[in-house]
């Protein structure tokens, strides 16, 4: 079975030019927690999360002391990521599959790199994003309607089992 098989079709997503109000407030819409980030042409260019948007310092204040023993590197890049207004200063950069990606191949590369989902292109285009409610889908089997809409909430995807 391929990836192309169980992953989300046409997923919801941001462009890098997007404002991370405009981001958060659709992953707040449609129940999701990451978004795939495209360029004007489609191509992926990157993936915000909501770990990306909860790394920002006044979201979490106390991690601002923790930054006064890090390396000024370190410490620049932080500051830049605390300020940030747009999808394209904060994104994390993408980790994808192709989607003739095996289900195997994309469920080693989601442990190996500590990933929740992974974006599908197709000759670089965004084409969908597989997430492990997708690969739970494929595995469990899909027996409601709720399931084979793909529905993106977890009392969708509860009701699926």
């Not at 992953?7 to 129940?31: E, F, H, V």
Request: aromatic fraction near 4%; glycine fraction near 6%; hydrophobic fraction near 40%.
């Amino acid at each position: 079975m391929k990836i192309s098989d169980v992953m989300t079709k046409d997923p919801i997503c941001a462009r890098g030019d997007s404002t991370l109000a405009d981001a958060a407030r659709l992953m707040l819409d449609n129940y999701i927690s990451g978004l795939p980030v495209i360029d004007e042409s489609g191509g992926l260019i990157g993936v915000l999360t909501e770990a990306d948007i909860m790394r920002r310092g006044e979201i979490n204040p106390a991690r601002r002391w923790a930054e006064l023993f890090l390396s000024p590197g370190r410490l620049a890049d932080k500051f830049m990521r605390a300020h940030a207004r747009r999808v394209d200063e904060i994104m994390s950069d993408p980790i994808s599959v192709d989607e003739k990606t095996s289900l195997e191949s994309a469920v080693s590369t989601m442990e190996s790199n500590r990933v929740k989902r992974l974006p599908v292109t197709r000759c670089g285009k965004l084409c969908g994003i597989v997430s492990r409610s997708d690969l739970l889908r494929a595995y469990f089997g899909c027996r409601t309607p709720a399931c084979a809409s793909h529905a993106q909430s977890d009392d969708a995807i509860g009701r699926c089992a």
